[in-house]
């Protein structure tokens, strides 16, 4: 098929993101929207992308996650890519949702927001995977047919099966990284369920969780959240339900944090008010708390060691990282004090952006001039 690339919208490590829209003639998507996002990576790094396009095939039927539509090879300027095409939220994400405002979003809607991003978080789990990077520029704004909008989980470039055994790593986004993920390399659904919860305290305030300086080094706020006895931010302004509902997401042993599916029926989010269980503790003789079961908190967090670090310095704006994917760095070490060193020392490149748009021809050697116009 022919399509039409935009301007650019995003870019991470290995992939760009840009506007794009059919061209016209035979289309192979599952539907031809007038506008998606084209996600592109080179073919010679595409390996990433190729996995997230295999497992948001399989949620296809969930509202709440951002739908493929398709995908296809090209060859632009002598160089072949590899391209994820996804349904374009017009309303951008909830992060710049809140710059645009200027500050806290109100209760009311950041009640339906952590709905919707609950009931996709529960279907990803139910299906045997885990986000792990689940933060506000991962949430897409999209207008529903009634007038309202709505919100979708997006990115799954750093997904994984649950319980799937890996190298040893770091992934995710400083300031959403649960307890267990910096210190144990446990990377499962309870981790989804922490970064949700400071996902949602920023709604309310406006500002991250974790309170920290832009001029900061990345591994103070690490050691806070690994090794430390804090928890982040829960705001004073929130109703005694959305307080409650913190609580259960800040629970640092990820065998006794809350599930998706629990908290779908707290009351702060729940259609219908429910009473709380009177203990934290799941009883021995529950039943299946989803498909698969959550492991035993394992190592030991060092609180002695770490607890008098109190200060951290780290950008708002935050980088995601993954080690042990093909084509980025591993670090191996049995020290996570050594992994949160490398981590936090880690470069990321200085990403550019083009306003053009350009006719791609699935197949073909060269690109149109990028001065063909995308409306009339």
């Known amino acids: 098929m022919e399509w039409k690339r935009g301007k650019s919208i995003g870019r991470g490590s290995f992939c760009s993101v840009n506007l794009a829209i059919p061209a016209g003639g035979c ?17 010679s790094e595409c390996s990433s992308l190729q996995r997230e396009r295999e497992i948001l095939a399989r949620f296809i039927d969930c509202p709440q996650i951002v739908r493929c539509l398709g995908d296809d090879h090209t060859i632009e300027k002598g160089q072949e890519f590899y391209n994820v095409f996804l349904e374009y939220a017009s309303r951008g994400t909830l992060a ?28 990803i789990h139910e299906k045997g995977f885990v986000h792990c990077d689940i933060k506000l520029q991962n949430i897409l704004i999209y207008s529903s047919p009634d007038g309202t909008d709505d919100v979708k989980i997006a990115d799954f470039g750093l ?5 799937e055994v890996e190298k040893l790593n770091l992934r995710g986004t400083p300031l959403y990284m649960s307890p267990e993920s910096i210190a144990c390399n446990e990377h499962e659904a309870p981790g989804d369920v922490w ?28 050691f806070r959240i690994a090794f430390g006895e804090e928890l982040p931010e829960i705001p ?59 492991p035993e908190w394992r190592c030991s967090t060092q609180s002695s060691l770490f607890s008098s670090i109190s200060s951290c310095s780290l950008s708002p704006d935050s980088y995601s990282c993954e080690q042990g994917i093909s084509g980025q760095p591993n670090f191996y070490s049995s020290s996570p ?26 197949g073909q050697a060269e690109a149109e001039s990028s001065s063909s116009p995308v409306f009339s």
């Open 159 to 163: 997904a994984k099966k649950a319980e």
């Open 27 to 43: 289309c192979s998507l599952v539907e031809e929207p007038q506008l998606m996002a084209v996600k592109s990576a080179a073919i």
């Open 96 to 123: 710049g949702l809140i710059k645009e405002s200027g500050g806290a979003l109100l209760e009311s809607d950041v009640r339906r927001y952590t709905r919707s991003i609950l009931t996709g978080l529960r279907c």
């Open 337 to 362: 004090v050594d992994r949160i060193r490398k981590l936090a020392t880690q470069k990321f490149p200085n990403w550019g952006s083009s306003d053009s748009w350009i006719l791609v021809r699935q």
């Open 195 to 222: 970064s949700l919860g400071c996902a949602v305290a920023e709604m309310v305030i406006g500002r991250p969780a974790w309170k920290c300086r832009a001029d900061s080094d990345v591994s103070a706020l690490l």
């Open 236 to 294: 004073e302004e929130m109703s005694e339900q959305g307080k409650d509902f913190l609580r259960r997401c800040f629970v640092r042993d990820p065998s006794k944090r809350w599930t998706a599916e629990m908290l779908l029926n707290h009351p702060f989010v729940a259609d219908n008010t429910v009473s709380l269980p009177q203990s934290d503790k799941p009883s021995s003789s529950r039943s299946p708390r989803s498909a698969f079961d959550f």
